[in-house]
């Protein structure tokens, strides 16, 4: 997989506080990463920063290549962010609301008609195309939201809390759909404080509080077996070689505030993220 989005040791403060202290990590082509921590950890800080709406104060962020400090619009036109809540515009239906958007990202004529019915197909509204947007329940207007960010095809993808507020009919769809988009290969970031939501769709995890990074662990038990094979070919003759699960409330509750420093190196040693299976590309 082709790296896609690479934070490299980006620092934010407003005065006195620092909201992100030296925060680096990577997400590859067709993967999922899982982003979570405290309310205040830093989440929300670094994933604008990623989408160019903050500048670090140290660091850089690459996406495909391009920095989001010497070259702000060719990330701008790379990078999807589906932010935790956004405005309802009064008397705007669904296909008015996208093919405006349409518009702001440049798509003209014809071709901006057919991108918007794909994406309204895509994230299942095209059957409520005349519906208006204040009308529309959480889990449509995220939806909703999903579709705008997916009207410029970025390559990377960033999701700030998708889930949150959402049933679970609506939340069981949603993973589905980010899923697929992993399936097309592009490079997906999220944040969520439903942990388990996270573990189901995920194949990496980042944890972050009070802005430090604590812990991260991407890859699958395939790679423990790489590693395996490693050491013995290099003479090495491990006694016992067994897989020990932990789940993500476990990790996420040992690293951050209240955990103790011997769980946290015990349960990030064992925590591994399950392999999910890849739905065929429908967008």
Not at 112 to 136: C, H, N, P, W, Y
Request: charged share 25%; hydrophobic share 40%; with cysteine.
């Amino acid at each position: 997989m082709t790296l896609a989005l690479e934070i490299r040791s980006i620092t934010k403060t407003f005065g006195a506080l620092k909201a992100v202290n030296e925060v680096s990590f990577q997400v590859k082509r067709g993967e999922i990463l899982g982003f979570i921590g405290p309310n205040g950890a830093g989440k929300t800080t670094t994933m604008r920063i990623c989408a160019t709406l903050e500048y670090p104060d140290h660091g850089d962020v690459f996406v495909d290549g391009h920095s989001v400090l010497t070259y702000p619009r060719e990330v701008r036109a790379r990078l999807g962010f589906m932010p935790d809540s956004y405005g309802a515009y009064a008397n705007t239906t669904i296909w008015e609301y996208l093919d405006f958007y349409a518009r702001a990202y440049g798509l003209k004529g014809a071709s901006r008609s057919k991108r918007v019915g794909e994406v309204m197909d895509f994230t299942q509204l095209g059957d409520l195309q005349e519906k208006e947007i204040a009308t529309l329940s959480k889990g449509m207007k995220q939806r909703l939201c999903l579709a705008k960010t997916l009207l410029h095809d970025p390559s990377v993808m960033i999701l700030d809390e998708p889930a949150a507020g959402l049933d679970p009919r609506a939340r069981v769809e949603l993973r589905e759909l980010v899923r697929a988009l992993a399936g097309m290969g592009k490079a997906i970031l999220v944040s969520s404080h439903i942990l388990t939501e996270l573990a189901e769709m995920c194949d990496g995890v980042a944890v972050i509080e009070r802005g430090t990074l604590k812990f991260e662990h991407q890859g699958t038990p395939e790679d423990l077996s790489k590693l395996l094979a490693a050491l013995v070919a290099q003479g090495l003759a491990p006694v016992e070689f067994a897989p020990r699960e932990a789940n993500l409330e476990e990790v996420f509750l040992s690293l951050t505030e209240g955990g103790s420093s011997r769980g946290a190196a015990a349960t990030a040693g064992a925590f591994r993220v399950a392999p999910r299976a890849r739905p065929s590309p429908t967008c």
